[in-house]
């Protein structure tokens, strides 16, 4: 097995000398320069399957956002006309949202994205029950932004279990029903994972805690304008999303709050947000949001039953051409664009290197953990033995991704693959 690292201080002229370098019998240490490209140009001409990390903003957001950010730079929470311009415009994306869940517009609070959507509802429900009791159950596989808030409130003295999950990457209903306590006060589980694409139910999870009296929070940054989410079918008392996750711009989102769910204000200072949500408006972050969500419902099963069989058609590709893998996450409850697979004896770091030559932008699970060639502790949940778990790499496609982007990942796959294999 061969491992490769970028090694930037290597001059171009010794590049190719130490690509052919074999220096020892088991592993082979291969340098190799990253040049000094143009990351933009890259990705036009290259194929971009990390729509998972962000999403390329789509054009007509920009082009809705461009007079927020010239004449229209009113501050929302003046009196007149241009105040009032920006305050209609926040609004309607407000009301365009709630729409979208069958929610209300009164229970939709813009945030700077899903990272501050999750630490407030953690914090916040947690924070404002805490005479109910100091209990919150979560699972092993959440993002850094929902387990890093939990860790902090183990910190302050409350008391969190985590779920685990089977083999899919799915919790159990039975053992959340287990953990649940006189004190518990909130359930935070994801929609959908980042990493391995499987949905969680959380109907069910949602009924257990309604009936336990336990507030429900749902991580949906990857599911929500991916697939259709109802507040009124799902009994979710909180939501987290993020614009830049479906071709919206980045630092906005906003959290779903159910009327009548206790949650303090999590920045103080003016009274925006009805109060709980202090700080001028980002106005053409909203509205780009705004138009992001009208793109994304206006097509939205048309567009998910297109990127779900161009996923398994991806899927069945990789197992067919490529000996010795492992796709990660459950067959079917699966976000529509994401493919998790674990390659047997290859590092996972060395053949996103190689991807990235041939123009292929992938990442080693979620973008957090990248450069680092640690096992994720979402593939290390699963079980997944450790000669495939080392080599998992996350490709996942958007709307624009085309069968002869897959085709030409699989190509590169293959290819990459078979060479890091080599003794
Ligand atoms: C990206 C992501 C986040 C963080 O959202 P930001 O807007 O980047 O802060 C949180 N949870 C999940 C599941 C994500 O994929």
Same mark, same amino acid.
């Given at each position: ?124 429900? %947690? ?97 929500? %304008? ?140 979620? %973008? ?56």
């Amino acid at each position: 097995m061969k491992v490769l690292r970028v090694e930037p201080a290597v001059p171009e002229t010794e590049k190719k000398e130490c690509l052919d370098k074999k220096n020892s019998k088991c592993s082979i240490f291969l340098i190799y320069v990253r040049g000094k490209r143009k990351m933009s140009d890259k990705i036009q001409n290259g194929i971009y399957l990390d729509n998972a990390a962000t999403t390329r903003m789509a054009e007509e957001v920009e082009e809705a956002m461009e007079p927020y950010m010239r004449e229209k730079f009113g501050n929302a929470s003046t009196g007149y006309r241009y105040g009032e311009e920006a305050k209609d415009a926040i609004e309607e994306v407000r009301a365009r949202i709630a729409a979208s869940l069958d929610a209300k517009p009164g229970e939709i609070y813009f945030t700077s994205g899903g990272s501050e959507s999750d630490n407030w509802a953690i914090k916040g429900v %947690a924070g404002a029950r805490k005479d109910r009791g100091r209990h919150i159950i979560t699972s092993r596989i959440e993002h850094h932004a929902v387990l890093n808030s939990c860790e902090y409130m183990e910190r302050l003295g409350y008391e969190v279990s985590y779920l685990n999950v089977d083999e899919t990457g799915m919790v159990s209903v039975e053992e959340l029903a287990g953990l649940m306590r006189e004190d518990t006060t909130l359930v935070s589980v994801m929609f959908g994972n980042n990493e391995i694409g499987t949905i969680e139910p959380i109907g069910q999870i949602g009924h257990l805690a309604r009936e336990a009296g336990v507030v429900f929070h749902t991580d949906a940054v990857q599911a929500y %304008a991916q697939m259709p989410i109802s507040v009124h079918q799902y009994p979710i008392d909180l939501l987290s999303a993020s614009a830049h996750k479906f071709h919206g711009p980045k630092g906005v989102g906003f959290l779903y709050v159910r009327e009548g769910i206790e949650l303090p204000s999590f920045i103080h200072g003016g009274a925006q947000e009805r109060g709980k949500r202090a700080g001028t408006e980002n106005v053409p972050g909203i509205v780009g949001m705004g138009k992001a969500v009208e793109l994304a419902f206006s097509d939205l099963r048309v567009r998910m039953r297109r990127e779900t069989m161009l996923r398994n058609y991806l899927m069945e590709k990789i197992r067919h051409e490529i000996p010795q893998v492992r796709i990660n996450g459950h067959s079917t409850k699966r976000l529509p664009g994401n493919v998790s697979v674990s390659f047997r004896n290859v590092e996972g770091a060395s053949l996103l290197i190689l991807l990235d030559e041939d123009g292929i932008c992938a990442s080693g699970g979620s %973008a957090c953990n990248t450069g680092e060639s640690r096992i994720s502790y979402v593939i290390e949940a699963l079980g997944v033995p450790e000669e495939y778990a080392k080599g998992t790499v996350r490709l996942t496609l958007c709307g624009n991704t085309t069968r002869a982007d897959v085709d030409a990942a699989v190509e590169s796959l293959k290819r990459n693959v078979s060479l890091l294999r080599e003794e």
